[in-house]
């Protein structure tokens, strides 16, 4: 399977503590995006990677979140000290820049409680 | 005011009809858009690109006006299995994000 991957597939978590998500891309896309999916709503963005290079994060993304992209291929996004209100599914997608039309190919998702 | 917004439904239509979707962006300057589907707790799949002229893709039509800032999806003849949240999606030329709207839920009755 060539597509985007994402593990794990869900994460209960009790409040407080720390938790890591991981994203591989499909292996050709140089862009990554992180993006937040609560009930009812369509996905919020997070931040995005061009390669290795963090470029762009929403205000929605508080200090307790961190993403990282260190070899330009699989991303991380940890969350710190989690939150009753990060309960969410977790969505990872990427593309490949520079074409006419850029477009996303997101991964499954992780889905995270947090008790 | 956001992004994108689409009219949230539910959309209920028996098999065999013709429904279509609308969506409207409030960036003048958006770039690229695209209709995805999204099944219950599943990731959101590209339905089809939306293209300037328009385009089609066996039942389904996109259509843009950006005179007017709006996208369309028509499906016809609706199938059991196009029961789904539909949602719009718009890429601004100033930046590299991509808008979702809040989707629009459609349930194919038999």
């Known amino acids: 399977d060539t597509g985007v991957s994402q593990d794990p597939r869900h994460k209960i978590t009790k409040r407080g503590q720390n938790v890591t998500f991981r994203c591989d891309p499909i292996s050709e896309h140089n862009r990554l995006y992180w993006y937040r999916q609560t009930l009812g709503q369509g996905p919020e963005f997070l931040t995005y990677f061009q390669n290795e290079a963090q470029l762009e994060k929403s205000r929605l993304l508080s200090d307790r979140f961190s993403a990282e992209r260190p070899k330009g291929s699989f991303s991380t996004l940890e969350i710190q000290r989690t939150e009753q209100g990060d309960s969410a599914m977790y969505l990872c997608?990427?593309?490949?820049?520079?074409?006419?039309?850029?477009?996303?190919?997101f991964g499954p998702g992780t889905r995270l409680l947090v008790l | 005011r956001k992004e994108v917004e689409q009219d949230p439904g539910p959309f209920n239509v028996p098999e065999g009809a013709t429904v279509a979707f609308n969506c409207t962006y409030s960036?003048?300057?958006?770039?690229?858009f695209f209709w995805y589907r999204q099944d219950c707790r599943k990731e959101p799949k590209l339905l089809m690109s939306?293209?300037?002229s328009g385009n089609e893709d066996g039942r389904f039509t996109a259509q843009l006006n950006r005179a007017s800032q709006y996208i369309s999806l028509l499906i016809r003849d609706s199938k059991l299995s196009d029961s789904a949240t539909y949602l719009c999606?718009?890429?601004?030329?100033?930046?590299?994000?991509?808008?979702f709207g809040t989707g629009t839920s459609l349930t194919v009755i038999p």
């Open positions: 960036n003048s300057a958006s770039q690229s």
């Open positions: 939306v293209y300037s």
């Open positions: 999606v718009v890429k601004t030329g100033t930046g590299n994000q991509f808008y």
């Open positions: 997608a990427s593309s490949l820049a520079g074409v006419l039309q850029e477009t996303q190919y």
